[in-house]
């Protein structure tokens, strides 16, 4: 159950990082680099995960034209990333450029595997009133988020990134295999922050997540050795 705690490294620095990494040695966690660590740190830190033994999932939503969308999947499946994202908004073409540039890296070595690639539908940080008055997409949260993921699911992608309140209509609508990873999880009596739609590790799980994405509450505890510890025994009761 452990592997399927995605621990977002969320410094801004690899030695930060390294000492997080230090506490939680022996943990077989995922570990998600997103935007901040990935530019300081650039990719040489994904391959220093990757050398330590974890699966990384490369967090840089990618949201361009396809034909750059295509370069950057290959660069990523060349840097051995386990997984990693684009923007479900940029449409069905360029979801497929990802995945083609996947496959042209794999193509290219024969020592590269597959990696997971899903989209994200709407940030959980996202509630109704911003993506109605502010993005401009009418209609519910759920409605979009469900549209999203069968586009994804129509362009070839593994995934998508969703709240966990959309795991269970995500997998009655495209299947049970096809990936929900989740953010937006926090511990019963955790501050909720930035994210508005959440859920518990446990109730993430019941829901039918196959990963959720845990940041502060592991990062910013006074033992995140033991809360990490707590989350995924919480997921094993589930």
Not at 45 to 55: C, I, N, P, Q
Request: glycine share 10%; with cysteine; proline share 5%.
């Amino acid at each position: 159950m452990a592997n399927r705690l995605m621990v977002a490294l969320d410094y801004p620095d690899a030695e930060s990082a390294r000492a997080l990494l230090d506490k939680l040695d022996g943990i077989p966690c995922y570990m998600k680099v997103g935007m901040q660590l990935f530019y300081a740190a650039g990719p040489e830190f994904v391959r220093e995960l990757k050398a330590r033994g974890y699966s990384v999932f490369v967090d840089l939503k990618m949201h361009d034209i396809p034909n750059t969308v295509r370069g950057g999947a290959a660069s990523l499946t060349a840097l051995g990333a386990d997984m990693f994202n684009v923007h479900a908004a940029g449409g069905t073409a360029m979801m497929k450029a990802a995945r083609e540039g996947a496959e042209a890296a794999l193509a290219s070595s024969g020592s590269l595997r597959q990696p997971l690639i899903i989209a994200v539908t709407q940030l959980t940080s996202t509630d109704q009133a911003v993506m109605n008055g502010e993005i401009g997409i009418d209609g519910s949260v759920a409605d979009t988020v469900l549209r999203y993921a069968r586009l994804a699911q129509e362009a070839g992608l593994s995934g998508v990134v969703a709240s966990p309140q959309e795991s269970k209509a995500i997998a009655a609508a495209c299947g049970p295999g096809f990936v929900s990873v989740t953010p937006g999880i926090r511990p019963a009596g955790a501050e909720l922050g930035d994210q508005s739609r959440t859920m518990t590790p446990g109730q993430a799980i019941a829901s039918g997540s196959h990963y959720i994405v845990v940041g502060r509450p592991i990062t910013a505890a006074a033992d995140p050795r033991q809360a990490a510890l707590n989350i995924i025994e919480e997921m094993v009761q589930a």
